[in-house]
């Protein structure tokens, strides 16, 4: 069995991305980011995503090819606040589908590592200040 069939499979990972960019509508750094105006699109790939790294299907790659992270989003203005927005709202979507602890800890520690090789820059985020709500748990700064 893997990671992928061991958290519930689709229905899980779905509702993570769908309780993750429902935070990220509300986001003033993260929205921008995103070229459509629907998030549905971004959503699918995130999932499509996830399911593939942790062992579900692979429609990703047949759809997208390699996922090259670093390079699809070398683009965006990624700096520590966006880091650690998208880490705060990753957490609200994990802390939603409520894996067990040892899934949870594995899940989020390979977020934390994803989401920092992503930084590519430490420029403040356009016409916002930082992030208000840092959740102290998360050991999150700036």
């Known amino acids: ?35 459509e105006e629907d998030l549905g699109p971004a959503a699918d790939r995130l999932t499509m995503f996830l399911e593939q790294y942790w062992g579900g299907p692979t429609t990703y790659s047949e759809r997208r090819g390699h996922p090259r992270l670093r390079m699809r989003h070398v683009a965006f203005h990624v700096n520590p606040d966006a880091r650690d927005r998208w880490l705060t709202h990753m957490r609200t979507a994990l802390d939603d589908v409520q894996l067990s602890p040892m899934h949870d800890a594995t ?20 016409g916002v200040g930082p992030a208000q709500q840092h959740r102290p748990d998360l050991g999150l700064t700036s």
């Open 1 to 35: 069995m893997t990671f992928y069939d061991e958290v519930g499979g689709h229905e899980t990972f779905r509702r993570l991305v769908e309780v993750f960019y429902q935070e990220v509508a509300l986001d003033p750094v993260l929205k921008p980011m995103y070229p």
């Open 107 to 126: 899940f989020w520690d390979y977020l934390q590592r994803a989401a920092h090789s992503l930084v590519n820059t430490f420029e403040p985020s356009p």
